[in-house]
C-alpha cells in the first residue's frame, strides 16, 4: 500500500462456520467454508490491498478439536493469497478460544492500526462485558458489550489529521437491533462525531446488515455470510 493513493478493501462478516448444517433456522454455517474460499478468490481478482474480517469467524462445536479443526482451515484460505488479512475477534470466536490461541492457529498478527496514504484504520475489540471483563471460552454475552479505554482512543484520533476508518464487530450504529449495540456506543458516536475525521465505521454481528449515516459518518454494518450468498465487498477508501 503506497502512500497517498486509494486502499482497497476486500471485507466480509460472520461466517460462523461450523459442522451444522442450519443454526437458528436460517445460518447455513457449514457452507460458510466455500463461501470464505469464494470471497478471497473475489478479492484476489479485484486486487485488494487488505482483507478484513469483521468475526465471528467459527461457531463453537460439542468436540473442541473439531472448532479448531474448521479454524485450520480457514487459516489455509488466509494464506492461499498474496493479500494480507486483519481478522477482528467476534464474540463466538472469544467463545471458543483465547486471543493468543486465535491468532497463532490463523497464523495472523492480533489487528493493530493501520496507516497508509494518509488514511488511519483502527481496529477494536469490543468482546467485553460492561463491568470491563473480556470474553474467554465459555464466557460471553453477546447482548453484554462494551469497548474499553474510551479516553485511550479518543486520545488518538484526536492527535491525528488522517482520514480515520474504524471496524469493529458490535455496533454503535443506533438503527441496529439494540441487543446488538455496545453498551457505551452513544459516548463513542457522539465523541467521533465532533472530530470531523471519522469518515467510516465498518461493523458485523447484526446479521441483516445495515447502512446508516449520521454527522457525516458512514456506518457500514455487513451482511452475515453464512445466511447469504455473495455476502463479500470491496470497499475502496
Known amino acids: ?3 497517498d493513493t486509494k486502499i482497497r478493501l476486500g471485507l466480509y462478516t460472520d461466517p460462523h462456520y461450523s459442522s451444522h448444517e442450519i443454526t437458528c433456522g ?6 460458510s467454508l466455500r463461501k470464505i474460499k469464494e470471497a478471497y478468490g ?3 481478482r479485484e486486487k485488494c490491498d487488505l482483507i478484513v474480517c469483521l468475526g465471528d469467524l467459527i461457531d463453537t462445536e460439542a ?3 473439531l472448532t479448531v479443526k474448521h479454524l485450520k482451515e480457514i487459516a489455509e484460505v488466509i494464506h492461499s493469497v498474496d493479500i494480507p488479512t486483519v481478522c477482528l475477534l467476534g464474540n463466538h470466536d472469544a467463545c471458543s478460544f483465547e486471543p493468543e490461541e486465535f491468532y497463532s492457529i490463523l ?3 492480533a489487528p493493530h492500526d493501520i496507516f497508509t496514504g494518509g488514511k488511519l484504520l483502527v481496529f477494536l475489540d469490543a468482546c467485553y462485558f ?3 471483563r473480556h470474553y474467554g471460552p465459555g464466557l460471553c454475552d453477546w447482548t453484554d458489550t462494551y ?3 474510551e479516553s485511550e482512543l479518543f486520545s488518538k484520533l484526536e492527535s491525528t489529521n488522517a482520514e480515520v476508518y474504524l471496524f469493529l464487530h458490535q455496533n454503535i450504529d443506533p438503527a441496529v437491533e439494540y441487543r446488538h449495540i455496545l453498551y457505551n456506543a452513544q459516548s463513542i458516536r457522539e465523541h467521533i462525531a465532533k472530530l470531523g475525521t471519522v469518515k467510516t465505521v465498518f461493523q458485523g454481528h447484526y446479521h441483516p446488515g445495515m447502512r446508516s449515516e449520521y454527522d457525516g459518518i458512514q456506518y ?3 451482511p452475515a455470510m453464512c445466511e447469504s450468498e455473495q455476502a463479500y465487498f470491496v470497499f475502496d477508501i
Open 63 to 65: 468436540d473442541r478439536r
Open 42 to 44: 473475489h478479492f484476489s
Open 147 to 149: 469497548l474499553p479505554n
Open 26 to 31: 436460517k445460518r447455513y454455517n457449514s457452507m
Open 1 to 3: 500500500m503506497n502512500k
Open 107 to 109: 497464523g495472523i498478527d
Open 220 to 222: 457500514v454494518t455487513l
Open 130 to 132: 460492561k463491568d470491563g
